[in-house]
T-cell receptor, first 114, second 114 residues
Framework: AQSVTQLDSQVPVFEEAPVELRCNYSSSVSVYLFWYVQYPNQGLQLLLKYLSGSTLVKGINGFEAEFNKSQTSFHLRKPSVHISDTAEYFCAVTEEPNDYKLSFGAGTTVTVRA | DADVTQTPRNRITKTGKRIMLECSQTKGHDRMYWYRQDPGLGLRLIYYSFDVKDINKGEISDGYSVSRQAQAKFSLSLESAIPNQTALYFC?????????????FGSGTRLTVV
């Protein structure tokens, strides 16, 4: 069975600084990987996803993530954050092409300070 | 109108009461899901449905039941609510392939059991 570990529960960061959110997964088969963002009092919005192909995936709002199969990781990065990036970020994985059940990490709260 | 609509947005109910959370979608997706979100635990799958006649338990289905009334409607019921079911509940839909395993989430229902 798949599982997801987000290594940081809270990440404070100053505006215009870079940020990296770490995500590791465990699975015995091929996976599809996702990052979602949840702004305060809102639902989840897809930032980016890895299905196949290039291991560097670019998403919305300047975010990108790199899939590393050997390290079973899918870390999310942004080179320069804004106050508006303050949110909770979730890494998620699904194992099989026809499974469609997403397993989520516990989430990382990013707080951007001026 | 939102693609995935959840009602109510907020609800306070008493222990032992029966409550239904409703979800409707205009995406035309066959697959629908109910998740609950708890601080520090991320989102956990309660039930999922691949079509009107196919309903499956997720990882935390005890104390919950669901009904798939139509392709567009998927309801979650708490037969006898208890305080540890206080959480934020999300409905989601997914497509088989045209959107590349894209999930669409509703805005959530915040349920408080007192």
């Amino acid at each position: 069975a798949q599982s997801v570990t987000q290594l940081d529960s809270q990440v404070p960061v100053f505006e215009e600084a870079p940020v990296e959110l770490r995500c590791n997964y465990s699975s015995s088969v091929s996976v599809y990987l996702f990052w979602y963002v949840q702004y305060p009092n809102q639902g989840l919005q897809l930032l980016l996803k890895y299905l196949s192909g290039s291991t560097l995936v670019k998403g919305i709002n300047g975010f990108e993530a790199e899939f590393n199969k050997s390290q079973t990781s899918f870390h999310l990065r942004k080179p320069s954050v804004h106050i508006s990036d303050t949110a909770e970020y979730f890494c998620a994985v699904t194992e099989e092409p026809n499974d469609y059940k997403l397993s989520f990490g516990a989430g990382t709260t990013v707080t951007v300070r001026a | 109108d939102a693609d995935v609509t959840q009602t109510p947005r907020n609800r306070i109910t008493k222990t032992g009461k029966r409550i239904m959370l409703e979800c409707s979608q205009t995406k035309g997706h066959d697959r629908m899901y109910w998740y609950r979100q708890d601080p520090g635990l991320g989102l956990r799958l309660i039930y999922y449905s691949f079509d009107v006649k196919d309903i499956n338990k997720g990882e935390i289905s005890d104390g919950y039941s669901v009904s798939r009334q139509a392709q567009a409607k998927f309801s979650l019921s708490l037969e006898s609510a208890i305080p540890n079911q206080t959480a934020l509940y999300f409905c989601a839909t997914s497509d088989e392939g045209t959107e590349g395993y894209g999930y669409t989430f509703g805005s959530g229902t915040r349920l408080t059991v007192v």
